[in-house]
């Protein structure tokens, strides 16, 4: 079984996006107008075709991460996208229960304390069958306002995802820092910059079994392991191995066979999630392969990995951190 | 012979930072008294015993990059003190000029044109024959105030770098932001920010001959190859060949057999400068190996990479990107 544990609802219809466009301006709309057959129609010639074509089983289906944009409007605007994209998403794991497991965003807001997203967790994941939750480690999108990761500050919500057992997939959503390509250089950075905030704190030993997912293979951290290991140890924390990899874990986003290879080489199997993100950051065909750049199942087959190994990434290891997913 | 382009100067006489310590206190310090032995003694104990050891030649070496500081205090206070370390910097060069090249800090300051720095480079590359500059992208310190390397703010500055025909590295400073650890967060996420600031402009059409070194093996940018090219592509840029390489340039600051194996895979030798940063981010030896995480040297010995590449990567390609360096 293939299980791919970050996709966004990228290709959403248009009616989410003009609603959005709406509620910032201001209107208060009505609850957007979606029909089941719009849903599908937007899923099985995306989604749902590329899952066949690849070989995939399941996705882990979160709303679209760009669009989370936690620092446009005020926690009440944010609170009221999150609940109609996360209501959009338990449609389209209602529809497809064996292809889809849900993912929520949380109503995120700079400067608010994350505990005002807990009423929208508990919705999501006991009222609708929701399994995990993307966690923006940047509300403010690209100025870094808000309190690290490791801050008692976000406790709350903490003990909550413990209490509840869900992982929590680090993601920040688009930048409206002109510094930052967003897809480019935001969302890694973030999870080189989560990554570090782990490793400079007890965390862990605060909530020994709260889970993240850093995506996008872990930002820069498996090309720079040796730098980690290194800071680590100038730093007198415990090997990282013991400091945080029973916590923490990496997707397979990286859109070539190097990286891939890499990632496989430094980080145990036991810490990888095999994910795509597709339709995502990179929709195009690889020239030098004739493959898409995001089909990231054919970097894993054809590594040299065993095939112990490689049944984790693909599909045990998410059994293992995502524990509220029952497969159908 | 074996040039590693990438040094600072962390192990400068306490006089300096107490020199520091009292400007930034508003106490006008008189210049900082620092004798040539005192100089001798943090130089031979240190950098110059580690390139005996590791069998490196000479180190392009500049101020202490966590401390340029260039968000602390105003464009004044930046100024003296790139003047300061700047000449600090020339002494040691001029002690020992087979074993030291002297590369420069820039008076940036928040907010002000960058134009601001180019008397201090002239003054530098002209009186004192320095032959490379550190270009902060974020001279406000972990927050992103400043606008991207790209935008024409940056462009007199750049076509004095064209003028002189000095490269510039690609450095931030120590980070104010409490989300980013400097050596572990701020420095990885400022390369990538870089390297994606290039991909998506037209800069080295208007400035073909600019050159840019992009530290600490590229930040991110080499593990995620694949996305890159496939980001470009998506947005309808050339290849990245063509687009970049001509102009960037990546150090071999990466600390572990693995990345290093990584970087020399995907990046063309002609674009990557053997570096070490020592005495740097990293200062342990790493137990897996019985040798230091930053001795760079033995993982591109260690490496497939036929000799002609390595020479490049070792040598020939700072004779080519560093044009003003003459080999004492």
Same mark, same amino acid.
């Given at each position: 079984?293939?299980?791919?544990?970050?996709?966004?609802?990228?290709?959403?219809?248009?009616?989410?996006?003009?609603?959005?466009?709406?509620?910032?301006?201001?209107?208060?709309?009505?609850?957007?107008?979606?029909?089941?057959?719009?849903?599908?129609?937007?899923?099985?010639?995306?989604?749902?075709?590329?899952?066949?074509?690849?070989?995939?089983?399941?996705?882990?289906?979160?709303?679209?991460?760009?669009?989370?944009?936690?620092? $446009?409007?005020? %926690?009440?605007?944010? /609170? =009221?996208?999150? #609940?109609?994209?996360? &209501?959009?998403?338990?449609?389209? +794991?209602? *529809?497809?229960?064996?292809?889809?497991?849900?993912?929520?965003?949380?109503?995120?807001?700079?400067? $608010?304390?994350? %505990?005002?997203?807990? /009423? =929208?967790?508990? #919705?999501?994941?006991? &009222?609708?069958?929701?399994?995990? +939750?993307? *966690?923006?480690?940047?509300?403010?999108?690209?100025?870094?306002?808000?309190?690290?990761?490791?801050?008692?500050?976000?406790?709350?919500?903490?003990?909550?995802?413990?209490?509840?057992?869900?992982?929590?997939?680090?993601?920040?959503?688009?930048?409206?820092?002109?510094?930052?390509?967003?897809?480019?250089?935001?969302?890694?950075?973030?999870?080189?910059?989560?990554?570090?905030?782990?490793?400079?704190?007890?965390?862990?030993?605060?909530?020994?079994?709260?889970?993240?997912?850093?995506?996008?293979?872990?930002?820069?951290?498996?090309?720079?392991?040796?730098?980690?290991?290194?800071?680590?140890?100038?730093?007198?924390?415990?090997?990282?191995?013991?400091?945080?990899?029973?916590?923490?874990?990496?997707?397979?986003?990286?859109?070539?066979?190097?990286?891939?290879?890499?990632?496989?080489?430094?980080?145990?199997?036991?810490?990888?999630?095999?994910?795509?993100?597709?339709?995502?950051?990179?929709?195009?065909?690889?020239?030098?392969?004739?493959?898409?750049?995001?089909?990231?199942?054919?970097?894993?087959?054809?590594?040299?990995?065993?095939?112990?190994?490689?049944?984790?990434?693909?599909?045990?290891?998410?059994?293992?951190?995502?524990?509220?997913?029952?497969?159908?």
């Amino acid at each position: 079984m293939i299980v791919d544990c970050h996709g966004h609802y990228t290709t959403a219809p248009q009616a989410l996006w003009d609603w959005r466009e709406a509620q910032v301006a201001g209107k208060k709309p009505d609850a957007p107008r979606i029909s089941d057959d719009e849903i599908r129609e937007s899923i099985e010639k995306n989604q749902l075709k590329l899952q066949k074509d690849r070989g995939y089983d399941i996705t882990f289906f979160s709303p679209r991460a760009g669009s989370m944009e936690h620092h $446009v409007g005020d %926690a009440r605007i944010s /609170a =009221e996208w999150s #609940r109609v994209c996360n &209501e959009l998403i338990h449609r389209v +794991c209602t *529809l497809y229960p064996a292809s889809f497991a849900p993912v929520c965003q949380l109503p995120q807001s700079p400067g $608010v304390e994350p %505990a005002a997203c807990i /009423a =929208e967790l508990e #919705r999501c994941v006991e &009222e609708m069958g929701f399994i995990a +939750c993307n *966690l923006n480690p940047d509300p403010s999108g690209g100025y870094w306002k808000d309190k690290p990761l490791t801050d008692r500050w976000w406790y709350p919500l903490y003990e909550k995802l413990v209490e509840l057992d869900v992982p929590a997939m680090v993601h920040v959503s688009s930048s409206c820092n002109p510094a930052f390509h967003f897809t480019g250089a935001h969302y890694i950075n973030a999870d080189t910059t989560a990554f570090m905030q782990f490793l400079t704190s007890d965390l862990f030993r605060d909530f020994p079994t709260l889970k993240f997912v850093i995506p996008h293979g872990g930002g820069a951290v498996p090309y720079h392991w040796g730098r980690y290991r290194g800071i680590a140890q100038d730093l007198k924390r415990p090997p990282l191995t013991e400091l945080l990899l029973k916590n923490v874990f990496f997707d397979t986003c990286v859109y070539h066979q190097a990286g891939i290879d890499l990632l496989l080489k430094v980080i145990p199997a036991d810490n990888i999630l095999f994910a795509s993100e597709m339709v995502g950051a990179v929709r195009g065909i690889d020239p030098e392969t004739g493959h898409y750049y995001d089909d990231t199942k054919r970097y894993i087959d054809n590594s040299s990995l065993s095939a112990a190994d490689k049944e984790k990434i693909f599909s045990r290891n998410a059994r293992r951190v995502y524990t509220r997913w029952k497969p159908a």
